[in-house]
């Protein structure tokens, strides 16, 4: 059972590329949220979706897009680089709204220069 | 405006003894809270939780305490073990009793246990 898989573990980008980070679950999960984690600060939600086709903007959404066409998958896209999104980024499923024992992935590390 | 502080960026606590690390928030709507832990290049770990109509949560050696009327929260490691060398982060939810819009995480708390 692999739980959440992120891909890619690293990544440097160059100011104004765009990328997309993947996010994978194998459990049925129906809820998936994206999170990002600045140095020394908490993690801080991007967007979150509650099942497949519904997504919805969370605290900090600038700069970014999600798709969920599929239970599975919840990839999270960013446009045009730029330094304020050098962070660590991090998938997370749950399967009944309300559960917030959610299961991490193990981030994808982010660099824009 | 942080509404879940943890004031404490790092612990250090001899192996065997209690740990104790705290965490307050400021947003009264606030009713379910919960602890996860973080080792280096992995993603956190659901640890324990308590909701806002309890004031006490155990489990093994871990025990959350709630402190409503200061806004207040404890997690208690009893006996702390080297394996609980860790990054702690409180959160909390306005949303015990559903909806998926995600927690508020504090900064986290670097526990450090000594052999």
């Known amino acids: 059972n692999a739980g959440v898989t992120q891909t890619p573990k690293f990544r440097i980008l160059k100011i104004g590329q765009s990328m997309t980070l993947q996010c994978t679950q194998d459990?049925?999960?129906?809820?998936m949220y994206w999170y990002r984690q600045d140095p020394g600060m908490g993690l801080k939600l991007i967007y979150y979706?509650?099942?497949?086709?519904?997504?919805d903007k969370g605290e900090v959404p600038n700069g970014y897009n999600v798709s969920r066409s599929t239970t599975e998958d919840f990839p999270l896209r960013l446009e045009l680089a730029a330094p304020s999104q050098t962070s660590v980024y991090f998938c997370?499923?749950?399967?009944?709204?309300?559960?917030?024992?959610?299961?991490f992935g193990s981030g994808t590390r982010l660099t824009v220069v | 405006d942080q509404q879940v502080k943890q004031n404490s960026p790092s612990l250090s606590v001899q192996e065997g003894r209690i740990s104790i690390l705290n965490c307050d928030y400021t947003?009264?709507?606030?009713?379910?809270f919960l602890w996860y832990k973080k080792y280096p290049a992995e993603g956190p770990t659901f640890l324990i939780s308590?909701?806002?109509?309890?004031d006490k949560n155990e489990d093994g050696r871990f025990t959350v305490f709630l402190n409503k009327s200061a806004k207040h929260l404890s997690l208690h490691i009893v006996p702390s073990q080297p394996g609980d060398s860790a990054v702690y982060f409180c959160?909390?939810?306005?949303?015990?009793?559903?909806?998926?819009?995600?927690?508020?995480f504090g900064k986290g708390t670097h526990l450090i246990i000594q052999p």
């Open positions: 997370a499923s749950s399967f009944v709204e309300g559960n917030y024992g959610y299961t």
């Open positions: 459990m049925n999960h129906n809820y």
């Open positions: 979706s509650v099942g497949a086709g519904i997504t």
């Open positions: 947003n009264s709507m606030f009713d379910y």
């Open positions: 308590i909701s806002s109509i309890k």
């Open positions: 959160a909390a939810s306005e949303h015990s009793g559903g909806g998926a819009d995600g927690l508020t």
